[in-house]
Every structure is written in structure tokens, then in C-alpha cells.
């Protein structure tokens, strides 16, 4: 009876095939988003997609950047979600990153996605560098609030400035990228030189000046929006200042790493990742998030965030990023001895 | 009978004969070293090899051709090698790079512009060359044509090689330099201080007879309990910029040496008391009676019988606080502000920027000064003589009011310098928003809002402080024991003792660093543990092996040889006589290294600070990790759940120790009339 062999045959077939279908895909998933994040996100995709399962690990974006980078020859992860554009530039230079277009990329705001096609990764928010200012110890000390990035060079803020040290800090480095693109490189050195005599330390992480400043440690903390709010709704006595020559930016974002098993679980996870429902979801922390008219309004923060976003050339910053680090290392460093 | 061995032919030459005992205890001597070596020495070494592992732009890989105006018309294929040297566009120093270094193509043509209606081509000469166009990665030996606007784009990318040139890059880079130079300095300092702080403290207890010894000991050891980072954390509220008492330093910064200085006090205190402690604790009263009846001043007899007596103490505690000072990463990390120092070198090279082979370099580095420190000090113990002879007479302090009131005051001081630290932390941690809402609150304690690890960080850390002393212990006794008790067989045991005494030189970020490098290649059969409880385990086991290993050493010395020389004569397996006399006689030593590695696991940063992974986060890189966020308060209310977890432990350790005191009593005297017969 061939015909029914056949037909048993292709019973079987789609029975395996319905199967697959329905097992539970896991994905890794690679992250730097902040740890009170973590559930939300998992919560609100798994609900959406409830045949993939998120497991999460989770790091600063130092140490995460210096995982992947390490795990270059067998990766772990799945896909990343959640990481600095920049770092995932990095990536992308060595191959690491499958390239792929999102279903509705094109809805995007084009700064938040890769500018190749089809793009390596694409963007979910954007921290934004502003100035998170002790308005308590200013008044002590008789200081009037810088409103420029120019403004922090005055001989007043002698001492009272302290911003994240670029080669270790994401946000430090941000900062340093876009004062060389905005001012130019000549005059963004010379800048920085100023700078460097009124700092009082760099730090090793971007949030970590905002709440120096938060508890008066500093006066002026150069970091970005994000902590500043939060250290405000807790009672911290600072007000965000985004300086008028406009802010570097850093896309958070979203990448499928090449080689993975679960390649069609990835691309489900990137494309809601850029869902209009899921930048709702980031607009609860982010004030600028990738999907435009999405944002709505943040506790402590101005409406127009988004305004004050430079135009940031990130393959520019990737590409000259050992170059700058280089010369700023040989500048400030080498300076940077305690006074005591 | 002699003239039969006349006719008999020359035997073999006589040899003592090994028995089995002796080959199975051999066998485990040998799977313990395996484990040092694999654990310890082939780390350590692929560690080296990778400070040599170089990234170099070789320009011979690349090839170029340019067409004219018109777009076509192509040039013959130039080298990036023949361009370079035409037109120097880049000097030497240029071409070597880091793992991140990327060299413009557009700069070896000299009238290159971006607007210029010429095209490009490039390929590699090898499969090994490989250039970005953009941020895509081409590989290859195919031919790419790009426009100029693109060509612009186009970054050549450096290729492994091998050769001394990070050690140059190191040397020429005028920060890393300096960090030598501030670490030794450091180091030097805090001994100092540390030292005379110390010999007051352990003189005031054992030559005094002021009230309150038994507490003020107490107090002394407390800074064991506690990661280094916590002293930072402590002196960030005590003296930063809101600190309590900021004007005591007239302007001066806590943030930079003086704070790396006085919380290096703190925290290697306790190490050089007890070990200074111990060298004045026996004097012989004879020499303070011959010094009076010679007329010799108190100052004198001071400078002529007490300090040389502890002599050796002394050189040994300098030993070991030199060394803690100059390895230890968690408090200048927290408190040393822009002061460079080494051990924070590798972590800011490692995390910061991903550069592996320069923090393996700043390993190396750190290495030198730590072994040499160990060398000199395993050479002056060698010479050390017994200084009490049998006919010596132990010296009893007399009460001296004046003195014994200084005494106190001196201690006093101390137990308020520590008391201080540890209840400066423990206030901060309750406080809702210091200094601007000093309300008390919990909020600090939730740690699952943080960066960091949450709660499971510190259920991580008592879970590795378990495995750590309960693994720990097993192999570190099995290897004393075995190097101990087997006879003959030199090399072997030599070979042993001194991979056990190399932990000791090797600092926790370099043990830790080195162990990226070993276990996380794909190609090691060990890969599987890279990520897991196992390796941080193993490398907490490691870093504390060789203290532990002395302490058992000590304890089997204590043992006398005759009980195996009647237990081989009985025909006894040497296993039995070790769970029957050895282990339970040793206990109280066993539980004392369980104890040391349980606390020290609880504690420990360096070691683990690259190894941990997400589900083995730990309460002390939590501590770190909040603290870099700038979340203080969270991470001094985090040392101080470490702090009262090891002071839990300790009190349980003292129970347990005190009732199985009472039954070792117990078997001592059935043991007498039984393994006589």
C-alpha cells in the first residue's frame, strides 16, 4: 500500500515539524540594562512571544563588552540586548554580529540603526550626557550654575568637577567624542585642557559623578540624564543641566550574535525588541527612546531630551576610539597626581 | 653458609624496599601537586606567554591598486609596506597596536581626497589580513573596489604576532610607570606605620599588666573579617568631601595616598599584631634581670633585649604587610581617587579597555615585587634559632601604673580607630540619604534594585565560602599530610612544598587574570568550569592554599613519628592510622583552616573579580560593583552582612572547637591504653 506510506510519512513529518514548532526556544541574552530592568523586560516579551524563554546575563557595559570580546571564538550568547551601540561597533569590526533587518526597521528614527543594510544592530533608547548640579553645596560655596559645557572651565568650579574617566567609562568616553565632534578637534582638546584643571576626579563609572553630586561629594557631576532623575525623585538636592552646545548620546541596543543555534528565536526577540510596544516599555526609565512619538515625558527631566542630542557619528567614534584614547590618556593622566 | 654465598653471583645492590603504603601515599602526593600545577603553575604560565602576545600592523598583508581619473585604468599592485616607506605615513611606533588598533588606508596615498573621482582596490596578500570597510569586517585575498568617499572608510586592522613590544608600550607610558613607583611607596609607608602601630599594640598586651587584654584582642582581629573595600567605604563618610570629621584633614584629601595609607592600617593590622604578638610572647626573664643588675636603662634594654628577641617576628610581619599592601586592588579602587596604583592597573586595563595583554603585563609587573618579598622572607626564617632555651625563664610583666595607664591609652586609641571604621559603616548603611535625610531606613538593604548582584550575591558568597572551607581543608591536609609523612622520595616532596608555598607570592588579580587566560579557551578540556561555582572554587582554594597549608604542616609536625613507626610494625594501612590518630588529633587544626578559608573566601575581591558570572556573582564584587556605581550606602550596608556573617562563623567555630577540645581530651585517655597493645 504506497499511498498509504506516503501518507504515513508525511503524517510523521509534520508531526516533528509541528513539534519543533512548539518546543520552547531559549535564548541567552546578553545585557547591560540597569538590574531593576531585568523582570520587566523579560515579563513584557515573554508575554508577547510565550514559546521563548529569556535567560539573562547581565553586567556593567565594561565588563559585558570585555565578556563578548573574550568569548569571541565560542560565543554564549544568543543575542544582546541592551548594550552600548558602541560596544556592539566593536563587535560588528570582528565579525561577531549577524547582520539583520528587523521587521519595521524602517520606523525607526534612522540615528538609532546601523547604517549598513542590512544593519548589524538597531537601537532601543539613548542615554543623553548632562550635568547633574548640587545646588546645596553650590549655594555654600557661592557658585551660580554653568548652563554651557564651555561654562565648566571657569576658574569658580576649581575642584568641584568630577566626570567619568573615558577609558574605562562608556559615558566618559561619549563625552570626549562628542566635545572633539561638535567643537572640532583642535579647539575640543584645548577645552579639554581647561577642563582638566578644574576636575577633581575621573572616575571609573558615567553614573558615578551624577550621585558623587547627589550627596555633595562634588558639586557638578558630568554623567547623564538617567541618574540624575532618579537621585532627584530620592531627595538629592540637584538640578540636570544639559549644556547649550548640545550633549553626546549613546544608543542602547540590540544584536543577534552570528552563529547562533536559535536563529529564528533571535530574530523574533530583535523584532519586537524594536516594537512600538516594547519602546513603550523603555520610555518608563528612558526619556529618548528610538521609535518616534513614542516618548512621553520622564519625572525630573525637560520634555525636549531629544533636542538636545548632537548628531553622533558612531562608526567615527568607534574608529578613532584608541586614537583618542590614546592622546587623552598621554594629556590627563599622566597629569592626574594628587595635589596632597 | 658463607662459603655457599661464595659461589653465588653479586646480587642487586640492597635497597630499601617500598611498600605499598608508601606507593599509594606517594599517588596522592602526586594527584594534590597535579592539581597545584594545574591550578597554580600552567596558569601562571600562559599568563607570561600572553604579555608577549602582541598585535602589529604588518603592512607587507595588504595590497592596493588605484585607478585614474576616469575610474578605470588600474595601477599595478603597491604593498601598504612599499607606500609606507615611499611617503612615511606612519612612523614605526604607529604599527604597533593593541587588540583595538585600526591604521586609515586612505593616509599611504598622499593626494588622497574624499571627493576625487579615483577608485580604489584592496586585498589581503594572506588569509590572514583582514580591514574594516566601515564597521564590516573583510577577510581575504579577493580584490574590493571601493569609491574614494568609501575608501576613506576603509581601516586596516593589526594581526597577532609575538615580541617584548608591550612591555615598551608599557614602559614609554608615563601613568603605568608611575603606578610602580606610588605601589612601592605605598607599600612602604603602610608597613611602616603598620608595624610600629602593631609592636605598640602586641608590647602594650604582652609586657603590661593593663585591664581589658582579652577585648582589646578582640577588637584587633576584627579587620579580618572585613573585605578591604569596606575601610574605603568607611573613610569615604568619615573624611570625604561630607565626611564627619573632614576638617581634621585642613583641606587635605582623603581621596588619593592618605586614604590608601591609613585604610592599609587598617586592614593589615591585624596580620603584622599576630605575628609580632607571637615573637614577643616569649622572652626570658633572665635577660631583663642581667640588663637591671648591668644598670641599663629602660630605653636601653628596650633597644638590646626586647627588639632583637622579636626580630624575626618583626621581619616577617614587614613581609607580609608589604606584600598585602601592594596586591590589594578593593581599597585603592575605592579610596585612592587618581593615584595609580598597580593592582588597580590591571582591573582598569582588563574592564576598562579590554586590553588582556597589557593588564598581563602590569601581572607580570606585580609579580616581581611580591616574589621578591616572599624570597627575602622565606631566607631570614630559615635562619631563625630557637630563642628559648630549656633553662629559660618565661618573663612576667610587673604592674607599673604609669606605664600600664599609657598602655591602655595607646590600645584604647586603636580600638576606637577600628571601632570607628566598622560603626562609621554600619550607621552609613542605615541612613536613608546621607548627608541631606539622615533619617534611619532600610532602603540601602534592597539590594535587589542595584547593580551589583542583589541578595543572591551574598548567598553566592556563603555558598563558595562553604565549598572553599570544607574542599580546602580536604586537600590541603591530604597534601601536608602526605608530604609530611612519606619517607624518602626528596625531590618529589620538595617539589610539593614548594608549589604549596607559591600561592603565597602570587597576588589575587594576577591568580585571577591568569585564569581567564587558561580556562576560558575553548581548547581546554577544562573550558567547562570557566563561569561556574567550580572555578571560583578553585581559585579561592588556590589563592588561600599556602597559609592553610603551613597551619596543617604545623600541626602534623606536632605529631610524633612513632605512631606510624608502630603502625607499619603492626602492619596497620597507613589510612587507618590517619582517621583513627592522625585526623582526630589534628581537628582542632583542620577547623582552624576551615575557618581561615571560609572568611577569607567571604572576603575576597581580587581573586574572583574577573571569574564570577552572572548566577555567581558574589557579596564582595557586589560591594565593589555598587560602589563604582555610586551606590555607597548599599555597598557599606552589604560589608557589613559579610562582616556579621563572619562573626557568626567565628562564634560557631568557637563552640565546635571548644566540644571537640573536650572529646580529643576524651580520647587521649582511651588512646593511651589502647595503642600501646
Sequence with gaps: ?340 | MTLAVDFLPPGRALRQQISDDDRLKRAVMFVVGIYLVIALAIPLFVMLSKSLSTYTFDLHQFEFQVSDESGGGWSDPVTAAALNTAIAAFPESDLEAGADGRLQAAKLFADFSFRSPVRYRIRGTSEEAHFLAGSQLVRGTEWKEYDSNHFRRVMLRPSRSVGLSNFTEYFSTPSLVRSIKNSVMIALISTAVTLTVAFGLAYALNRSRMRGKGAFKLIVTIPILVPSLLPGIALVYLFGNQGVFKDLLLGHSIYGPLGIVVGSVFFTLPHAFLIISTALSVADARHYEAATSLRASRWRTFWTVTVPGARYGLISAAFVVFTLVITDFGLPKVIGGQYGMLAVDIYKQVIGQQNFEMGAVVSVILLIPAFLAFAVDRMTQRRQVALLSARAVPFEPKPRRGFDAACFAFCSLVAIFVLGMIGMCQVAALVKFWPYDLSLSLRNYAFDLMDGGGWDAYYNSIRLALMTAVIGSLIVFTGAYMVEKTKGFGLGRGAFHMLAMLPMAVPGMVLGLAYIFFFNNPGNPLHGIYGTMAILVLCTVTHFYTVAHLTALTALKQLDPEFEAVADSLKIPFYKLFFRVTLPVCLPALLEIAIYLFVNAMTTVSAVVFLYATDTKLASVAILNMDDAGDIAPAAAMGMMIFYTNVAAKLLHAVVARLLLARTQGWRQVAQTAVPA
Design chain 1, 1 to 340: 500500500m504506497p499511498f498509504s506510506k506516503a501518507f504515513l510519512g508525511a503524517a510523521t513529518a509534520f508531526l516533528l515539524a509541528s513539534t519543533a514548532a512548539y518546543a520552547e526556544a531559549e535564548l541567552t541574552v546578553y545585557t547591560s540594562v540597569e538590574a531593576v530592568d531585568l523582570d520587566r523586560y523579560k515579563e513584557t516579551f515573554e508575554k508577547a512571544h510565550p514559546d521563548i524563554k529569556i535567560n539573562w546575563v547581565r553586567d556593567s557595559t565594561g565588563v559585558m563588552t570585555a565578556k563578548l570580546l573574550a568569548e569571541k571564538d565560542n560565543p554564549q550568547a544568543d543575542v544582546v540586548w541592551g548594550v552600548a551601540a558602541t560596544s556592539l561597533l566593536l563587535l560588528k569590526s570582528e565579525g561577531m554580529l549577524e547582520p539583520y533587518a528587523p521587521k519595521n526597521v524602517e520606523a525607526l528614527d534612522p540615528r538609532f540603526v546601523d547604517g549598513d543594510k542590512p544593519p548589524s544592530w538597531v537601537g532601543m533608547d539613548a542615554y543623553v550626557a548632562a550635568l547633574c548640579y548640587n545646588t546645596v553645596e553650590a549655594e555654600k560655596l557661592g557658585l551660580t550654575p554653568p548652563t554651557s559645557w564651555k561654562d565648566l572651565t571657569k576658574p569658580e568650579y576649581k575642584g568641584h568637577v568630577v566626570m567619568p574617566n573615558p577609558n574605562s567609562s562608556g559615558t566618559g568616553f561619549l563625552d570626549v567624542s562628542a566635545w572633539l565632534q561638535t567643537f572640532g578637534e583642535e579647539e575640543a582638546w584645548s577645552f579639554m585642557d581647561a577642563l582638566h584643571e578644574n576636575i577633581a576626579a575621573y572616575t571609573h563609572s558615567g553614573s558615578k559623578p551624577c550621585k558623587m553630586a547627589a550627596s555633595g561629594e562634588t558639586v557638578i557631576g558630568v554623567s547623564f540624564e538617567f541618574p540624575g532623575a532618579k537621585a532627584k525623585t530620592s531627595g538629592a538636592p540637584i538640578d540636570i543641566i544639559f549644556p547649550a552646545e548640545g550633549s553626546g548620546w549613546e544608543a542602547e541596543a540590540t544584536a543577534i550574535i552570528a552563529g547562533t543555534a536559535n536563529l529564528e528565536a533571535a530574530k523574533t526577540l530583535v523584532d519586537w525588541s524594536i516594537s512600538k510596544e516594547a519602546n513603550e516599555m523603555y520610555n518608563v526609565g528612558y526619556a529618548v527612546v528610538a521609535y518616534p512619538g513614542v516618548a512621553k515625558p520622564i519625572e525630573n527631566l525637560p520634555d525636549d531630551v531629544a533636542e538636545k542630542m548632537i548628531e553622533n557619528d558612531f562608526e567615527w567614534a568607534a574608529n578613532n576610539r584608541a586614537r583618542i584614547l590614546k592622546e587623552w590618556q598621554k594629556r590627563y593622566d599622566a597629569k592626574s597626581e594628587p595635589k596632597s
